[in-house]
């Protein structure tokens, strides 16, 4: 069967010398031939690409779109972006193939016919893919495929392999060996670009130094979430000495809000206070949910803050931290018995306890609209929000900037403690009560909350240099990179910092350095290579590759080198696309 790859290279050289013959007769002297010069038109070649001195002509094209096809999953073409990806992968893998050729036959590489039969007889073929669509595809290089697409498990079956060949690519043996040696000689090159990447010693050691350097701190985290929800929005006279001082910004949203403040349904501004009961709660637990929401209403009416018994006792997911505020909303958006219940009430009146189906409401109606907002109600709308954002900011850096004297002073658990306690005591605007006894043996009592958002002492885990001090936080880069110019003799950071919307202060948390050595990356370097510096050379060797072949491509098309065909196989796919 070897033979037979021999036999069929050398009759296929053979065929191509008398065909290159033939056509030179037919074009001189067969029929239709011009005596005063060639018809040019009669020339003239469909082609998909040229690359310098090669053409690539329909067949390679298809050739080669055709085994792409088999690098997807099957039901991935019917996704026009994913088509469209293929189609572009193809066209620009052969271009770059040629490109990547070209320059290894100027190095003096060579590819023979029977390298390429030794990569056939272990079914194994080249493949190259525009370095824009790998992610889609797959990446250029060898591909291989079970032996016996090839023959038998153990044996090369020439037959076997002539029927794979025109399957998957739609060539003969000869026409692909041809194709396989550009496509081999475009790997060469491949990979001298990338053996011309390395990393050296000294750049694993500062990758070993960020990942095995270790610590943990122990710090407070002042949300501004949570400071928002402190801002007493209902003081009139301090938004408007605000919204004077920021007219310019309150005028600007003024003007980019004001056509969505026109024309409006009736709208409604409510509050409510929720005491859920489970979905198949009986009528006992109905009847200790409405006890619970007696007891509340009791006590607003009796002149006790709306927003403090919502923060203290309200079990609606989405506002109990804003006293339980649900913001402007068409009545319809409620359940109606809520909605009834809302739209008997004036402004500012308090509703008795309302069943739904979620459970007891006490409601509050803080304000109704409809048509077109007046510009001095919708400035007074807009100051209220903008100085909400605004003071939140402010009072969380004040406590940042407060607390960061006395952790310097003391023991940061101590003190951390202290403004948790200082600040929840602000939110709830006043002591947390104990549970208050009611008839029946029911007794009202404080929703528990594990997710305040309150500042609070958290230690972390041990982390490395590139590592996170916190999980949820957006630039945690900036919070590692100034935790490790802590220690033991510099342990508190000198300023609160400011990471996205939040203020930190951090403290190094005594004993936990373990510091990187030379010796054990010594002794682990090897092992390192196979994994996370093989990794990292790798995606820097792919990233040279790209480098390359974008400068290589930019150079051809500036000089005219590189040109995409007028094959009406392309206009009718480009067709196809923009369909």
Known sequence: MLEGLRR??????????????????????????????????????????????????????VSARKFASQMVPQNATENPAIEVALRQGVLDGLIERELLAQEAERL???????????????????????????????????????RTLCGTATEFQYPQFERSVRRLF??????????????????????????????????????????????????VRFNLAFYRNLVRDDDAAAVDTW?????????????RRRESLQHLPRQIRVRHILVKFPDDATDAQRAEAQARAQAIHAQIIAGGDFVRLARLYSEDDGSWRAGGELGWSQPDRYVAEFSAAAAALQPNGISAPVRTQFGYHVIQLLGTREGDVAEADGKREIARTLYREARAAELAREA???????????????????????????????????????????????????????????????????GNVAA????????????????????????????GDDYFILRFKDGSRVRATREEFARQRSELMRTTYGSMLAVRQNLALVRYLSRARQVAERERAVEVGNSPRLRAQAAEDQN
């Open 170 to 219: 739609g060539r003969t043996v000869s026409d692909l060996r041809e194709s396989m040696k550009r496509e081999m000689l475009a790997d060469r090159m491949r990979e001298v670009i990338r053996a011309s990447v390395s990393i050296s010693d000294e750049e694993m050691w500062q990758e070993y130094q960020r990942t095995h350097d270790q610590m943990a701190v122990k710090y």
């Open 8 to 61: 069929h290279s050398n009759s296929f050289l053979m065929l191509l010398l008398v065909a290159s013959v033939a056509m030179v007769f037919g074009v001189s002297w067969g029929p239709g031939s011009n005596q005063a010069g060639c018809n040019r038109e009669s020339l003239r070649v469909n082609f998909v690409a040229r690359v310098r001195n090669r053409t690539l002509v329909d067949a390679d094209y």
């Open 400 to 466: 940042a900037n407060a607390a960061l004297p006395r952790i310097r002073a003391g023991a940061i658990d101590t003190v951390a403690r202290e403004i948790n306690t200082a600040a929840l005591r602000e939110f709830y605007r006043g002591e947390t009560p104990a549970p208050a006894p009611l008839a029946g043996g029911i007794s009202l009592a404080v929703v528990e909350r594990s997710d305040l958002g309150a500042p609070a002492l958290v230690e972390s885990e041990a982390f490395s240099r590139n």
């Open 472 to 499: 949820d936080v957006g630039n945690n880069e900036q919070l590692t990179s100034i935790a490790f110019t802590l220690d033991e003799q510099h342990p508190l950071v000198g300023s609160a910092l400011k990471v």
């Open 243 to 255: 919204a004077r001082a920021h007219a310019e910004d309150v005028n600007r949203e003024w003007q």
């Open 108 to 146: 003096g590489m060579r590819v023979t016919d029977e390298m390429v039969n030794e990569q056939f007889r272990a079914c194994r073929f080249y493949f190259s893919v525009g370095t824009g669509s790998e992610s889609v595809m797959r990446r250029s290089g060898p591909v291989e495929f079970p």
